[in-house]
């Protein structure tokens, strides 16, 4: 099924974004619009279960086809939370947000996690209360007609979960990840709301709740899971190893950069704002210096999505082969404190400024 659901979406990307290759997707206008498609069809999807489990819920006088119905149209809400997040995490910079909006899709992902946990922390309560108090479960006519609406809308609600979460993984969303598991969470109670109705029949009552309780867990793991990643976003992750190397590389290679350090990344969601600073040798005029700090900020936003600010300090020099001082301090006789005839350093003298990295005055851009 995975296999089938693959092609599916590979084929359904290839159709809305016009391109060959939707294994991953890094531009934004295609992330946005694959976002759609995932919130689009699971909402219109959702919309139709919910229709025909409500009516033959009603028809056949099952309280269990009827409560399941309600749980698909609990999975409308969630994606349309995704379809709103990504709706606003396309809007353009302004004045009050000059880095963009990208973060609402951040924000869309927290919102449909937390609706996730507390769906598993729902049906654990649920299922622990039939379990102990099996006299609460309402008596439902049990009927071949309800058992196989359960398990079709199982096998469709699986089959969206399998293509949500790949969209996901082709987009890195975590919003549409979560909204997968929502889908899941669906396809499971549909199974379980099955098994309450076959296990009627034969007078076994417990096994429904049982198997809902571990079902339950296992659905708040995986929200609390995918809820791990945009909370990390928010806080502020540091760069990945992979990310800070290329920012590293691309900065090094560009002409008069003799080091880097200090690289700092603020994820804004669809732009980031790169600072580093790059060592130069304190021989550069300042405007030379200037010119080169302009040229690794050129590079480095031609990797695309993301500002640089690049800081400029002057390369740090051998102490000992330069300074006397800083070779053998009491080889030099000390200045007398009264002595007028003693030249001062001058501050802007090689000796009068600081040489180690990071120094308290870079050369400002």
């Known amino acids: 099924m995975i296999g089938i659901v693959s092609r599916v979406t590979d084929w359904s990307l290839k159709k809305l974004l016009k391109r060959r290759d939707v294994e ?53 809400l969630t994606s349309a939370v995704v379809v709103i997040g990504f709706k606003l995490a396309s809007s353009p910079p302004d004045a009050k947000h000059p880095f963009g ?35 609460s479960v309402h008596e439902v006519q049990s009927g071949i007609g309800a058992v196989a609406v359960m398990l079709g809308s199982a096998a469709a609600k699986e089959w969206l ?6 969209v996901g993984r082709r987009i890195r969303s975590e919003a549409l990840t979560a909204d997968g598991w929502h889908h899941r969470s669906d396809a499971i109670s549909a199974v379980l709301a099955a098994g ?35 909370l990390h976003d928010v806080m502020g992750r540091p760069p990945s190893a992979e990310e800070q190397g290329l920012l590293y590389q691309t900065a090094h290679a560009v002409d008069g950069v003799e080091g880097v350090h200090d690289i700092v990344v603020h994820d804004y969601g669809r732009m980031k704002r790169v600072s580093l600073h790059i060592e130069v040798n304190p021989a550069h005029s300042v405007t030379d210096a200037h010119g080169i700090a302009e040229t ?6 031609k990797l695309g999505g993301l500002s640089a600010v690049v800081h400029v300090d002057p390369l740090a020099a051998d102490p000992a082969s330069v300074d006397p001082v800083a070779a053998d301090p009491a080889s030099v006789d000390p200045v007398p404190a ?26 400002k851009r």
């Open 196 to 230: 309450a109705l076959v296990g009627s029949m034969y007078g076994v009552h417990w096994l429904d709740p049982v198997a809902g309780m571990v079902v339950s867990v296992l659905i708040a793991q995986a929200g609390l899971q995918t809820l791990a990643a945009p």
């Open 161 to 166: 979960a399998l293509f949500s979460i790949d």
């Open 296 to 301: 690794v900020e050129s590079e480095l936003e």
């Open 101 to 135: 909006h990208g973060r609402f899709e951040t924000i869309a992902s927290i919102v449909v996690s937390m609706l996730l946990v507390l769906t598993g922390l729902r049906l654990l309560y649920s299922s622990a209360v039939s379990l102990i108090r099996p006299s």
């Open 24 to 76: 991953k997707i890094d531009d934004h206008d295609d992330r946005t619009l694959a976002a759609y498609l995932e919130g689009w069809l699971s909402i219109a999807l959702n919309i139709v279960l919910f229709g025909v489990k409500l009516l033959l819920g009603l028809a056949i006088g099952s309280l269990a086809v009827v409560s399941d119905a309600f749980h698909s149209l609990s999975d409308v």
């Open 338 to 363: 009264d002595s007028a005839s003693a030249d001062p350093v001058p501050a802007d003298s090689p000796s009068g400024r600081s040489r180690s990295r990071g120094s308290n005055h870079p050369i």
